[in-house]
């Protein structure tokens, strides 16, 4: 099949070199080339969306008359902040594609796949989500090989959210880590941090199964464990004591946790609802805390009952 490829940071080439290595052709167009996207699209069955999540939106738009059947595979993990307003949930990179191809098939590709790994060779999973059972199945094909295992999955959004959720969580697991307050914070944060991600994700309905898949759990677990998560590295430098513009100064690639958690302080205001460690992180990049009083303020609240919704 021919595969183009939006978006050549590490991700988008990392999912390009899986495929050129089952034999499909491939375009790889990045902003930087300085080739037409319309052309660099113009031979394709697969349109794979690697870009940051502040691209989506102009990039879907530029994208005018692709045919029905072309596939568009969405790789990017956060959230839209233009679309979180008082009535409506924000949208997810899927959901912006989907507003502007309605007639295309739609997949969703999330799970723990830090790319610095599968560069190195190391195996690793992944979900290919969608409502269009063919089209998930017609990914499976495409990228998985013997280091790259692809499930298919009929959640879309949950799948979807979990990806842009758990950068919110790596950011404050990374900040603990940074100030080194051991295995066992780590482990609460992580635990009440699918809490929270679960919590968030009632409000799209979405299948709690979802939230202990790869692209959940999974994804939590990888993304808050090594120091390859830019998202982790974020929160690490932040522990460590070091200013939000000095990391992103020092950070290669995008920390999409950063705009998420901007979503989703938004969201808690508008929904009224309480999400503990995104306000602690929230309040961490906007510097109206320090790492040491957000661990605090965390371990002091009110303590409840475990799988209590609030
Ligand atoms: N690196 C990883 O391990 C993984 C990353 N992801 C997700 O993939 C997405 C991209 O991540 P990376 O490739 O790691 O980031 P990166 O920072 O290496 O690359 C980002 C790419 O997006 C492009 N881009 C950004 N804004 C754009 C715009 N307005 N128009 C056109 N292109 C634009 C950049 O030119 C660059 O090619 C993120 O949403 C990330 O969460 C998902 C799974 C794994
Ligand atoms: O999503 C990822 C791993 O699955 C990559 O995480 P970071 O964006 O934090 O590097």
Redesign the pocket.
Same mark, same amino acid.
């Given at each position: 099949m021919h595969i183009t490829v939006?978006?050549?940071?590490?991700?988008?080439?990392?999912l390009a070199a899986l495929a050129a290595e089952n034999d499909h052709q491939i375009t790889l167009w990045?902003?930087?080339l300085g080739t037409p996207l319309l052309e660099a699209v113009s031979q394709a069955d697969v349109i794979l969306c690697?870009?940051?999540?502040?691209?989506?939106r &102009? !990039?879907s738009a530029q994208l005018a008359g692709l045919a029905s059947d072309v596939i568009i595979l969405s790789?990017?993990?956060?959230l839209d902040l233009a679309t979180a307003t008082v009535d409506t949930l924000p949208l997810l990179?899927s959901q912006l594609w989907q507003a502007a191809f309605p007639d295309n098939p739609i997949v969703v590709?999330?799970?723990p796949?830090?790319?610095? &790994? !599968?560069q190195q060779g190391l195996p690793a999973a992944t979900v290919a989500a969608s409502d269009n059972l063919a089209a998930a199945k017609t990914m499976q094909s495409i990228f998985s090989s013997h280091r790259f295992r692809v499930y298919a999955n009929p959640d879309r959004i949950g799948v979807e959210l979990c990806?842009?959720l758990k950068?919110v969580i790596a950011i404050a697991v990374g900040t603990c880590d940074g100030l080194n307050l051991g295995t066992n914070a780590k482990s609460a944060l992580i635990t009440r941090g699918l809490a929270e991600m679960t919590k968030l994700g009632s409000l799209w309905q979405i299948e709690f199964s979802t939230f202990y898949g790869l692209a959940g759990l999974g994804?939590l677990m990888a993304t808050c464990s090594s120091a390859?998560?830019?998202?982790y590295q974020v929160g690490y430098a932040l522990g460590q004591g070091q200013t939000i513009e000095q990391i992103l100064h020092n950070l290669?690639?995008?920390?999409?946790g950063i705009n998420t958690t901007a979503v989703l302080l938004q969201l808690a205001n508008q929904q009224q609802i309480e999400l503990p460690i995104a306000q602690q992180v929230g309040q961490l990049l906007n510097h109206t805390t320090t790492p040491q009083l957000a661990m605090q303020t965390l371990m002091e609240r009110q303590v409840g009952i475990e799988h209590s919704p609030d």
């Open positions: 939006i978006g050549a940071g590490a991700w988008g080439s990392t990045s902003r930087r690697a870009i940051s999540m502040q691209g989506v &102009e !990039i790789a990017t993990k956060g990179p590709l999330s799970g796949n830090l790319a610095t &790994e !599968i990806g842009a950068n994804d390859f998560s830019r998202n290669q690639g995008t920390a999409e």
